[in-house]
């Protein structure tokens, strides 16, 4: 059988896993009566849940004579560092582009990643159906894009095909009318464009793993294209390791993919997508040989963390009334099992009951705190901060490109909100009813930005950003809340009565009836100071008729906060309480006249 190695890489949104979806049920891959899900590929709940891919899937759909192997990649600029490796495994890409929203950040890095790789892009603009599409311009901005990223002649010779993966159709024109219900057009460019994989089974073997998967019972598991040769299962191997020694292992199980499932191999061959078990600390990047013909393959680039955060124990008085695993020994495990799988992630120890947990950005770090609270885990973070770097004798910190579309009347308030955060306007661009920004600007200006810049556009704004590069430290004060909290003051459950006499004071995040401590954030305050609170006074009885008076107080809404929000929300001086059931906010110092002396000191 023929093969094809692709990876459909895009922008985050703009259709590449339904694209997948189609592709998947049109090849003829599954049986009639095999019931496929939407967003199939995504398996994972939070996936799902946000409509958003987080970690890079294979797969592989027979079509005619043809095997074509899939890469479905991350849209995310979190998750870039895995667009990146990915480029090893395949031999040309589908770069899934809407025919709306045409050339975004995320569009510009990797599609930038595919043709450093030197692979040939078949270009699909998505979502033609759409009232608002504007396809031939979005080609003139991809043509400029080519052009921009230094794209070869070949390279810029890109065949298109238009297509709505939502309805399942397809055409080689721009023309509406032309769309066919089938993905015929596009599987034969893919045939036509996308060159064959090297063959080269007579030689010896060459492995080098690209992704890492994980399993209880066979360990690190290594995701990658055979270079060359062929291998079986139970055949002795050698790994060459980064740092240039050797290590012989047993092959235990070869793995292939086929529709949505893994399957097992008895032997593998060059060109082939496949995952290798057998060696326990197995890296990205290192390469597996045939043994004796040990031969390494150039080591593959990783990206360095830009972010991190102190994971640790829940220290508040709560601790271990919601979750089942609230220890050290038991986080410190799950820190280290994600590590396993994910080569972004790095973890060091901080104190006996606390680590320092780096990853590529917040929603990274964001993602990884939500599967541990699903999964049972208690614990409290702090604040996300960026990680500094020391280039050529100066302190460089992680800059990011950020694009914003929002309606005229925000443009005045967003400007003047990222002048503040150190950020440096490079294009503005006016679109029909919204006006296009390009900024560059420090990561750290962006922590707590998408908050304000969503009540700013009342909700309307849209907000695309990607690492950059690192780019000397700016003195700009950028990154914490400039606005105090109310902080409660005593333990108990918070009374309408208590919380109807502070709603002047500020905006509440708690309802009455909500169990809270000392030291715990239970509203924002109007001013730019932290005021102390007690919100589990109730009112002093004074007849019979008063009694029920505490029921008729009408309060405001209160201020729901997504995880998300919450981390970018605290200071320095806070942590979040994570917990299977609940979010709080809380000061360090939970004891108020405690937190008064430090503030103090602080102060002088």
């Given amino acids: 059988m023929k093969k094809r190695n692709i990876a459909i890489i895009a922008h985050v949104d703009h259709g590449k896993t339904t694209l997948v979806d189609q592709l998947l049920r049109q090849s003829g891959t599954f049986r009639d009566n095999e019931n496929v899900d939407e967003r199939a590929m995504d398996s994972n709940d939070i996936e799902r849940e946000r409509g958003i891919t987080i970690l890079a899937k294979p797969t592989a759909i027979n079509y005619k004579d043809y095997r074509i192997n899939i890469l479905d990649t991350p849209g995310h600029a979190d998750f870039g560092g895995e667009v990146e490796r990915i480029m090893h495994m395949v031999d040309g890409v589908l770069l899934v582009v809407d025919a709306y929203e045409g050339c975004m950040p995320q569009t510009k890095f990797v599609l930038k990643k595919a043709l450093e790789a030197g692979h040939k892009v078949i270009v699909v603009i998505n979502k033609i159906d759409k009232p608002t599409a504007r396809a031939s311009k979005v080609i003139d901005e991809l043509i400029d894009l080519f052009l921009e990223l230094e794209a070869n002649d070949e390279q810029l010779d890109f065949p298109i095909c238009y297509t709505s993966a939502i309805n399942g159709t397809s055409s080689l024109e721009e023309d509406l009318s032309t769309q066919k219900e089938t993905m015929d057009p596009l599987f034969e460019l893919i045939i036509n464009t996308i060159p064959e994989p090297n063959n080269d089974i007579e030689g010896a073997f060459q492995f080098q793993p690209a992704l890492l998967d994980y399993n209880d019972y066979v360990g690190r598991i290594g995701i990658g294209k055979v270079n060359r040769g062929k291998v079986k299962v139970n055949?002795?191997?050698?790994?060459?390791?980064?740092?240039?020694?050797?290590?012989?292992?047993?092959?235990?199980?070869?793995?292939?993919?086929?529709?949505?499932?893994?399957?097992?191999?008895?032997?593998?061959?060059?060109?082939?997508?496949?995952?290798?078990?057998?060696?326990?600390?197995?890296?990205?990047?290192?390469?597996?040989?045939?043994?004796?013909?040990?031969?390494?393959?150039?080591?593959?680039?990783?990206?360095?963390?830009?972010?991190?955060?102190?994971?640790?124990?829940?220290?508040?008085?709560?601790?271990?009334?919601?979750?089942?695993?609230?220890t050290a020994s038991k986080i410190e495990e799950r820190l280290k099992r994600q590590a396993e799988s994910d080569v972004s992630l790095k973890i060091e120890q901080n104190t006996n009951d606390s680590w320092i947990v780096s990853g590529r950005g917040e929603l990274h770090l964001s993602i990884l705190i939500e599967n541990m609270r699903r999964e049972g885990y208690e614990m409290e973070v702090s604040k996300p901060k960026a990680i500094l770097k020391?280039?050529?004798?100066?302190?460089?910190?992680?800059?990011?490109?950020?694009?914003?579309?929002?309606?005229?009347?925000?443009?005045?308030?967003?400007?003047?909100?990222?002048?503040?955060?150190?950020?440096?306007?490079?294009?503005?661009?006016?679109?029909?009813?919204?006006?296009?920004?390009?900024?560059?600007?420090?990561?750290?200006?962006?922590?707590?930005?998408?908050?304000?810049?969503?009540?700013?556009?009342?909700?309307?704004?849209?907000?695309?950003?990607?690492?950059?590069?690192?780019?000397?430290?700016?003195?700009?004060?950028?990154?914490?809340?400039?606005?105090?909290?109310?902080?409660?003051?005593?333990?108990?459950?918070?009374?309408?009565?208590?919380?109807?006499?502070?709603?002047?004071?500020?905006?509440?995040?708690i309802t009455p009836g909500t169990d809270v401590y000392e030291g715990m954030i239970v509203g924002e305050n109007n001013r730019d100071n932290d005021l102390a609170v007690n919100v589990v006074k109730g009112k002093n009885l004074t007849n019979t008729r008063s009694a029920g008076k505490d029921h008729t107080v009408v309060l405001k809404k209160s201020r729901t906060l997504s995880l998300e929000e919450a981390l970018e929300y605290i200071n320095q001086d806070e942590l979040l309480?994570?917990?299977?059931?609940?979010?709080?906010?809380?000061?360090?110092i939970l004891n108020t006249e405690e937190r008064k002396k430090f503030d103090a000191r602080k102060d002088n």
Wanted: proline share 4%.
């Fill in 235 to 326: 055949e002795m191997v050698s790994c060459v390791r980064l740092d240039g020694s050797i290590k012989k292992f047993r092959v235990q199980k070869l793995y292939g993919y086929l529709g949505l499932k893994r399957i097992e191999l008895e032997e593998a061959e060059a060109g082939d997508v496949i995952a290798i078990s057998g060696l326990p600390d197995l890296e990205v990047g290192e390469t597996i040989c045939t043994d004796g013909k040990e031969e390494a393959l150039t080591p593959l680039k990783i990206d360095e963390p830009t972010l991190q955060m102190t994971f640790g124990v829940n220290s508040s008085p709560f601790v271990g009334r919601e979750g089942k695993f609230v």
């Fill in 390 to 509: 020391e280039i050529n004798g100066q302190i460089c910190e992680p800059y990011e490109d950020v694009q914003i579309e929002a309606p005229e009347d925000a443009i005045g308030s967003i400007i003047e909100s990222l002048a503040t955060r150190g950020g440096v306007m490079d294009n503005m661009t006016n679109l029909p009813g919204l006006v296009r920004l390009n900024y560059t600007i420090p990561s750290r200006g962006l922590i707590g930005f998408q908050t304000d810049f969503m009540t700013m556009t009342k909700g309307f704004g849209v907000l695309n950003h990607a690492f950059k590069e690192y780019l000397p430290k700016t003195e700009a004060d950028v990154g914490e809340r400039k606005i105090g909290v109310l902080v409660s003051m005593e333990n108990g459950q918070s009374t309408a009565y208590a919380l109807g006499g502070l709603e002047d004071r500020g905006t509440m995040f």
């Fill in 577 to 588: 309480e994570v917990t299977p059931e609940n979010y709080r906010m809380r000061k360090k």
